[in-house]
């Protein structure tokens, strides 16, 4: 008892900036409850309408302490602690409305998806693919026996409403001059999560989501520790991701091993509560597929009753889609898969400009063929729409493609 007294006289104590706004909401207490008091015996018109001011002053006392009090709340427990509390409110319930929206994928692409949708809605969940084995991921996975952070990473920072700072915190990268090249720091911070979690990947997951304070949710499409493979069409085979890019074949299959592999319970409970299930945009083979490569993901998937929608690549990749159009991209996923995991496919159809194209024939990458009458031709819906972001490279733009999609979710979903 003596114990809880103390924890509460705790917000007595100097500093806590809350003793002024408990006076001030008290005061009002006290004004209304005399106002109303008086209001009952006073027979003069004039003076209860001064009775009836006090109690409006009494009220907006009140409601002007309470308001202080969570204020102060506010600003020790939210990031958003300079906005008005009604605004993060509003902004928080009209963000809890918005459609249940599952986006699938890896890389840089599923990143990009995502920091656009934040803005409309916090039911977002985006599954990550776990075949990736390739630079500071790859190093982490085979030295530490963890799932690989990289693209877990990029998620997590894409949905963060934390301070800008500590985004690039976690999209750190240390330099040639340290032991640590190479790697980012949100690599090394999961991995040591996990470390600390007694090796349990979501929870580590779970910590790091509170850090950056994100909106929505982040999970594994495995918990299972996973190897991607490639056939070609000239019958070799490349065995890891990092490889698959590498081979001088087209790709005929790609698996993975070993071939049983169970989702999360995270990803599927999310599949099955979708309204709008995203595939991609990202890496064909290595960032997209993978993930659809779990039975259990892509048959629920099929099973569901979202819309299915495939975002197509701007530009080829060498190594994985040369030469391919849209209607190549998305029949590589109905082959692998079933023709019912897509409804819907979404391709870029700005220009763009001949200085970007330049670069990226250097690199035997070239603009995406958008095939559309094909794609109409198989039976899927075709949404057309300028996707572009050029600064460096040629990306697709997070509010361009968000507005893409609010335009489908308003249409068909």
């Known amino acids: 008892m003596l114990a809880r007294v103390k924890r509460i006289l705790k917000w007595l104590y100097p500093g806590m900036r809350i003793k002024r706004w408990i006076l001030l909401t008290g005061a009002g ?55 008005d509390l009604v605004d993060i409110i509003f902004r928080k319930r009209q963000l809890e409305k918005g459609t249940k929206i599952v986006a699938i994928g890896g890389g840089t692409g599923l990143g990009v998806l995502l920091s656009g949708m934040k803005s409309f809605t916090s039911n977002l969940t985006a599954i990550v693919t776990m075949a990736d084995d390739g630079g500071s991921s790859g190093r982490l996975r085979a030295q530490f026996n963890v799932l690989p952070p990289g693209d877990i990473r990029n998620c997590l920072v894409a ?20 032991e ?48 991607l493979n490639a ?11 990092a490889s698959i890019p590498q081979g001088k074949g087209r790709i005929a299959q790609v698996f993975l091993s070993p071939e049983e592999v169970k989702a999360s319970k995270g990803a599927i409970k999310a599949i099955d509560e979708a309204e709008l299930i995203i595939l991609g945009p990202g890496s064909l083979y290595t960032s997209i597929i993978p993930n659809l ?55 870029n159809s700005a220009n763009i400009p001949e200085k970007f194209l330049a670069q990226y024939r250097e690199q035997n990458s070239y603009p995406v063929v958008a095939d559309c009458e094909r794609i109409r031709n198989a039976g899927f819906l075709v949404v057309r729409g300028d996707l572009l972001n050029f600064t460096d490279f040629v990306r697709h733009d997070n509010k361009k493609l968000a507005k893409v999609i609010l335009n489908i979710i308003t249409n068909y979903v």
Do not use: W
């Open 159 to 178: 949905l963060a409403d934390a301070e800008p700072l500590m985004q690039n915190l976690f999209q750190f990268r240390f330099g040639e001059e340290t």
């Open 180 to 227: 640590l090249q190479g790697h980012s720091f949100g690599n090394l911070f999961i991995t040591a999560m996990t470390k600390l979690t007694g090796g349990d990947f979501e929870k580590a997951i779970e910590e790091s989501s509170k850090v950056l304070a994100i909106r929505g949710k982040v999970v594994p499409a495995t918990l299972d520790r996973v190897t």
């Open 293 to 347: 490569l779990i039975r259990q993901i892509y048959e629920a998937i099929v099973k569901s009753r979202a819309f299915k929608v495939y975002i197509c690549n701007v530009m080829t990749q060498k190594g994985e889609t040369d030469g391919y159009s849209a209607f190549d991209h998305l029949q590589a996923l109905i082959t692998h898969t079933d023709k019912r995991i897509v409804d819907c496919c979404v391709v």
């Open 231 to 241: 056939t070609y069409s000239d019958g070799t085979k490349a065995i890891g991701e």
């Open 29 to 83: 207490l006290f004004v209304v409850g005399i106002g109303s008091a008086r209001l009952l015996f006073d027979e003069f018109l004039i003076i209860k309408a001064i009775d009836v001011l006090a109690i409006l002053i009494g009220i907006a006392l009140v409601i002007a302490g309470i308001k202080k009090m969570m204020k102060s709340f506010i600003a020790v427990f939210l990031p958003q602690a300079d906005q």
